[in-house]
């Protein structure tokens, strides 16, 4: 039994679910519990606290490293809602699906930006639909308001790091401060590779190392996305172009992209099957 799971005095049968670069992370019961080597997982509780998010729990120091509990979150993550999409044909109900799904992720955003927090390593993954909600999950890299433990933020998934912070990632060895619109260039990334199952930079090697990767992503290399899609869907193409703009003072905000795919749904929704 690890330490934490006995002194927080969790009921249920621990279940090891994450063991990686320094994180740990137990389903137990009802909860769910992280655990890092370093201040990470006590930072994010720090920001779920702030935000007065309602799965959070609490958090705390475990030796040199720190803990987070929350409520377990019983959902679908973006990528697992947008695999039935990308299998299916195209029909009403599957544009309909996929506009619900991205307008939602992209209205969840606009309310992190609007309560002045950014999330600064959006990916597929870190979208999650409840039945009754929509989360954003993994805040450990969130940068806001309220002052938290600091650590050198150096961006986060490469598919989903935008261009203007892979040059600042490529050129210095300092801080970034994360942005929303960087922010609003990972969710598309993370639809539009949701959907194609492809990541939207079009790599010379996607067996490459990290640096390699990024370079692509500086240089602007995007794949066509006429060339991956199921099958052509220009309401929901146009928003990921919109939010994947190269210069991040042509994308919409995440309210702009929201109201635009909502839009789309409203009128996807006349359509009969």
Known sequence: MHPPITELGLDGDPKLLH??????????????????????????GQVLEALGADHYRAHGQYGEGT???MRWIDGTSLWDALEPAHRSNDTPATRRSILTAAAQAAEVLADLHAAGWTHGDLQPDHIVFEVDAVRIIDLACAQGPVPMPFYVHRGGRAHTTAPETVALILDTTEHIATTTGADVWSLAASLFWAWTRTPPTD????????????ADIAAGRSHDI?????????AFENALLAGLAHDPGLRPSAHSLARS??????EAASVRE
Do not use: H, S
Not at 28 to 43: N, S
Not at 203 to 214: F, T
């Open 226 to 234: 006429a060339a991956l899609r199921p099958w052509p869907f220009p």
């Open 67 to 69: 803990w987070l509990a």
């Open 19 to 44: 063991e990686r670069r320094g994180t740990i992370f137990f389903k137990v019961g009802d909860t769910a519990l992280k655990i890092t080597d370093g201040l990470m997982a006590g930072r994010e």
């Open 261 to 266: 795919l909502r839009a789309a749904l409203t």
């Open 203 to 214: 790599y010379r090697d996607p067996q490459a190392r990290r640096p390699d990767l990024l």
